[in-house]
């Protein structure tokens, strides 16, 4: 008799009609496998999918290039398909499920015709953990498959783990031809369902990641009690060794990655390293918040990584270990047969193609590299992986910190009076629009907890939910606001960022152990500035004391802003929300 997971593949089968099917175990070998199929027989728009680099200088690395079209998260072209409307609220687009399904069902038509259907198996979390989920992605490209192997634990425990129920996490993803006009991110999270057509880009491809992780579990989440954060976990180890845990929340390709594998400045500080993108949190037995990191992998934005700025993330890239690393869409220089991108070490090559395999023409104003080229690496190969990250249990976080870029207004960083006002400061947050989706950069959009685009219910709900989990927990985390992005009238950066973060980070943990006092302001408390570790810096005072001005002309503004975004939520949004902004605003 089929299990019902052998029941699924089939039927999905007999819908993109592959020529072959393929089930992954996720061994060494079989990475080896796909790496040669994506090399030799496998293309995107003529290209190989897989092309070797310089495995001197980049073992194990391998290049992609992706459909000229395909190159960034789709939110226009991505759904929530609860049955009712409200359900998905004004955050997401919506359309009924069964009407979603017959348009997929139509573009699946023969999908996978001439094409192998990868069957790939997987777990987010660890395997042993009461919190992991297992997971079965189809897909019919092998940089998928590998990108899922690198992200993800794939294994054949996840069918174990299956055995003969029907409660598993389904993904059918097909690139088919990357028709712009035919690429659908269909989410139906009453069947942990997800339905992806046309492109073969991280969060529209890789299921497991923002799909699965964060639509479909923050809706589990929601029903169940715990929640599915869009954060980094990691620990701050201080000179005496103790470890205190954080989780922070900031939108797409605004520092969480570089936070995570931050280098202390700071002597006798280090940062070890859980997770860089996204974080389960469930309350534990001991009335604190604990966090597991369901993925295995980065995949991160190579603009800006050097060893200037995040060494250790040079360091993970170069690590030579087993598992592959992808480079996709960066520039490639051809004498050398290395990856290149803006802000990486060393001069600019003379010889490099850019990331459409054109020869590029610096006097031409175009980019070398695509603005959200990215890289694809396992987690394990990181030097400051914690010894944690395979705890079942998670870590227990005593601070959460929620960020986002903007270059005015937003202090370094602010203290929550308590948890309401936290939840009240994580949903004002705004910050400026990033190239890690496809629109305009640089406007500012409201990005409650960095989780706008991928919140799977009604963002007011979410909003109570939050609310509600403070109240679970004996021992709340205290919330944090930070902001590295303000600039001086010049529009230069005044915070020097990066590894210097661990100042505010000590800050935090300072605040958590009971060690220093704070300023009451009508945002929240803010550090003295004595109480910062600034020695070594060179910034003057005034500048200091600008990132934590607070102009009350302009918060009078963002109020506005504020106001007007939280409307739209209407009846879901719960009243303690109200009752934040109404004191905020007379504070002001
Ligand atoms: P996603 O993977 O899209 O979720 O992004 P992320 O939040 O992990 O962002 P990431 O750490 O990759 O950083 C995005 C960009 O911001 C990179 O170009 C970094 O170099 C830059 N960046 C990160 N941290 C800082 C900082 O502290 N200061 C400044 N000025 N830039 C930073
Ligand atoms: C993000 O955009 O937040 C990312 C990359 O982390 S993606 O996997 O595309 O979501
Ligand atoms: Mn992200």
């Not at 029907?166 to 989410?187: E, L, T």
């Not at 005044?494 to 704070?518: M, Q, S, T």
């Not at 302001?521 to 004595?530: A, E």
Request: hydrophobic letters at 35%; one cysteine or more.
């Amino acid at each position: 008799m089929a299990t019902p997971l052998e029941k699924w593949v089939n039927e999905q089968s007999k819908l993109a009609k592959p020529d072959k099917i393929y089930w992954c175990d996720g061994s060494i070998k079989e990475a080896r496998r796909l790496i040669e199929i994506g090399m030799k027989e496998e293309k995107i728009s003529g290209n190989p999918v897989f092309q070797e680099l310089n495995q001197k200088s980049w073992p194990n690395a391998y290049f992609h290039r992706s459909h000229p079209t395909d190159v960034a998260r789709t939110e226009h072209l991505t759904y929530v398909c609860h049955p009712d409307k409200d359900v998905a609220g004004p955050n997401n687009n919506w359309m009924e499920p069964s009407e979603a399904k017959k348009m997929m069902a139509k573009l699946s038509d023969g999908c996978m015709k001439g094409k192998t259907m990868y069957v790939l198996p997987y777990m987010m979390g660890h395997p042993d953990s009461p919190y992991a989920k297992a997971c079965v992605q189809l897909t019919d490209v092998s940089y998928v498959a590998i990108s899922m192997r690198i992200m993800t634990r794939m294994s054949k425990k996840a069918v174990d783990r299956i055995g003969n129920s029907d409660d598993f996490f389904k993904g059918f993803h097909s690139v088919r031809d990357f028709d712009p006009n035919k690429r659908f991110i269909m989410h139906f999270p009453d069947e942990r369902l997800v339905w992806s057509i046309g492109s073969g880009y991280g969060g529209n491809a890789l299921l497991g990641k923002k799909c699965f992780s964060l639509r479909i579990a923050s809706w589990l989440g929601y029903q169940e009690g715990w929640l599915a954060e869009h954060m980094v976990i990691l620990g701050i180890e201080d000179p005496q060794g103790k470890v205190t845990y954080v989780a922070a929340a900031m939108p797409s390709a605004c520092g969480k990655t570089n936070l995570a594998m931050l280098e202390s400045v700071l002597p006798g500080y280090k940062v070890w390293t859980i997770g860089d993108d996204i974080a389960w949190l469930n309350a534990g037995p001991d009335g604190k918040l604990y966090a597991i990191n369901p993925e295995a992998g980065l995949f991160g934005v190579a603009r800006g990584t050097s060893m200037k700025t995040n060494p250790n993330m040079m360091r993970t890239l170069k690590a030579d270990k087993f598992y592959p690393t992808l480079f996709t869409n960066t520039a490639l220089n051809t004498n050398t047969n290395e990856p290149w991108w803006d802000g990486i070490d060393g001069s600019i090559p003379k010889n490099l193609i850019d990331w459409q395999g054109n020869p590029w023409d610096a006097s031409k104003n175009s980019k070398a590299a695509h603005a959200n080229s990215r890289f694809t690496v396992s987690i394990y190969n990181s030097p400051t992986l914690s010894k944690e990250f395979d705890n079942p249990r998670g870590v227990p976080i005593s601070a959460i910190i929620l960020g986002g870029k903007r270059t005015h207004l937003i202090p370094l960083v602010t203290e929550a009076f308590d948890w309401q006002h936290g939840v009240f400061l994580g949903a004002r947050t705004g910050s400026e629009t990033t190239a890690a989706a496809m629109h305009k950069e640089g406007v500012l959009r409201r990005d409650p907890m960095a989780m706008l685009p991928f919140c799977g219910y009604n963002m007011g709900d979410y909003f109570k939910h939050w609310l509600g989990m403070g109240k679970k927990l004996k021992h709340p985390p205290k919330i944090y606001s930070v902001n590295w992005f303000r600039t001086d009238d010049n529009g230069d950066f005044i915070w020097p960022g990066f590894g210097d973060n661990i100042r505010v980070l000590k800050w935090i943990i300072d605040r958590v152990n009971g060690n220093v006092g704070a300023n009451q302001t009508p945002i929240g408390m803010i550090p003295d500035i004595k109480d910062l570790a600034l020695g070594g810096l060179d910034i003057p005072k005034e500048k200091i004391e600008k990132l934590f001005e607070i102009n009350s002309c302009e918060w009078k503004e963002e109020l506005q802003d504020i106001e007007k975004f939280i409307t739209q939520f209407g009846k879901h949004t719960p009243p303690e929300i109200w009752q934040e902004y109404d004191k905020l605003s007379k504070k002001l």
